[in-house]
């Protein structure tokens, strides 16, 4: 009597993960990230892509930079190892910034001279750039950037022409690929740092254009197998909140979160109308493919000045509830 035939597997779905910004608060897609590195298994999830915006980014670029590696863990390593160098562990560095958080929360109710930061030293984005460049060696991805390898797509806005641009990891043009003041750029929260210049452009925060880019993912002129079958988002801005925002700073908070999601749904928005056009034959062209979107999100209601707290507790705290959060969704995925 003959074998029986095995049974086929499933092809591993292909996934795109699109980590949106917000400061300090992406120390939560930090400790997500770890969780999927950590726990994916490569015969049912295989990552072919990540995006982010800001702080989304820097948390994209250190996981992107493991998978070239090919070494996964060695990424949830460098996750921590990176936000632990950005928190605020020295006392001069914590003193500084209790009173930064300190003078946000307190801008509702003290006059305050606005100052903008060319008039400050540019030590912040220095401090940034080191961090960043600890934890890639940013000298060694054009060895490990391959055709086929997985994609990182950034996103920043050109101040003088009002361009969206997304830094991309195969870009044709050498200035647009990615490099630590792409990171930079992304980062470049108006408020806090200087315009960043590369090439010809002078890039402020991804915030204020995709945040973070979804639709590079799923451009036309790419083939069918190298779009992604699903995009994860982890998201750090909540669509809703519990309570009516009522005093000035609950205002304040609510319209930054409000407008950090903007963009976020204008990608969504694509690959929804995508999805209708498909499901109902409008859209024959072989190129594109039904994408299911997925949210990871930061449940927790902050205010926006802790975004700028780099308190060890307050991150720590986050990458822990990233973790957590992370396992979740791969529990009730797997369980779905």
Known sequence: MNPPDPIPTAPAKTIAIACQGGGSHTAFTGGVLQALLRNLKPSEHRIIGFSGTSGGALCATIAWYSLLLGDPGRGAELLEAFWRDMSA???PDSMFNSFLVWLQRSSGYLAMPEISPYQLPAGGQEVLADAIQRHVDFAQLPNLIGTNSPRLLVGAVDVLSGEFTV???HHPEEEKRITPEALLASAAIPELFRAVRIGHGLYW?????????IRGFLAGEQSREDKPDEIWIIQI???QRSQEPKLSNEITDRRNELAGNLSL???LFFVDQT???LARGWLNAEQFKQVTVRHIPLKRELDYPSKLDRSPAFINGLLIEGQREGLAFLHTLRHA
């Open 89 to 91: 562990k020295k006392l």
């Open 167 to 169: 830094f991309h990891s």
């Open 205 to 213: 925060d991804g915030l204020f254009s995709e945040n973070p880019p």
């Open 237 to 239: 801005n909540p669509e």
């Open 265 to 267: 749904n204008q990608e």
């Open 275 to 277: 999805n209708k056009w």
